[in-house]
């Protein structure tokens, strides 16, 4: 089939990217789905800071590819030996499934799956095919789903059965979004009532942690953030503090809040600062959780002696440390229930025509959570 879909042929343009324009919009093919695959009609698709990564290179991908790693859709065709979806279903499309079958797997790790991990730098589907051409010449698959398009061509690993009572721009969100920040917070730390917590970065991703800890019944909820704009919204989603991240007296405004430093610290940008004030916030015996993905080459500093004297823990967490079949259908609950009010996250929705703009604005930190809507 003919189809739209926002294609990215090089990595590290500069930004304004309403100039340089990543992703070019272009009618390409998609083939059916082979055994194990779904045909999806992309119904919303989120525009996360990792796809800002991707624009600038920061990890490398096989190129053209077909963007976006989140979204939602309605399956229209199934492939051989699919049983557990059906035409009509709506989807959560995520990167955080993986094979089954690997040692990762096997142990209710498909978050660090080895094979699935592969594939998606090849930019192929787990079978190592690809579905993607323009003109006959190859287009490459991101993070296995490729959702800045109208349809997607998506292994059944990585999708998710959704309650269809959750409209479908809501439930893009989940498929990256959600169970990052979310998942950081019930998997990764595993917070417990009482439990004190910082979370550094209050973008799309640290407001899921932020509104997860309130679920978990943390207090405090400490948000950090450059950006002071951004504090009323955390507040209101479960914030007991919010602190500006350049006051000098910030270390010791929190040790003071919680007795000595918070339980768990949330570190969601990957910037070297917030790391650091991630470190120097925890308490003897706490732990940063990193989120943040940033570049392969990063490196961080801490300061050692206080790992070892104070018994300081540092932990990495990507796509919420879980398994996204359990998981998202019950973030998707508790959005039902009211508890995890996502909803608000969602900054507007677009066409393909403003995805380059909303670079710029994800980029400048004036945005949350922009929707493009592929198929209206
Ligand atoms: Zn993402
Ligand atoms: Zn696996």
Redesign the pocket.
Known sequence: MRMTAAVMYEQGLPAPFVDSRPFQIEIVDLDGPGEGEVLVQVSAAGLCHSDLSQVAGLRKRTLPVVGGHEGAGVVVEVGAGVSHLAIGDHVVMTSGA?????????RQR?N?????GTSRVAGVLPSGTRRLSLNGKPLYHYSGISSFAQYAVVSTEALVKADPRVPLDIAAMFGCAVVTGAGAVFNGAKVRPGDSVAIIGLGGVGLNSVMAAKLSGAWPIIGIDLIDAKFPLATELGCTHTLQANDPNLVETVKDLTSGGVDFAFEVTAAKSAFKTAFDVTRKGGEVIGIGLGSYEDLHQYPHSMLVAHEKVIRGSVMGSGVAERDIPRYLRYFLEGRLPVDRLMSGTMGFDDLNANLDALDKGSVLRQILLPNS
């Open positions: 993986g094979c089954g079958h690997c040692d990762q797997c096997v498909p660090l799956c080895d094979s699935v």
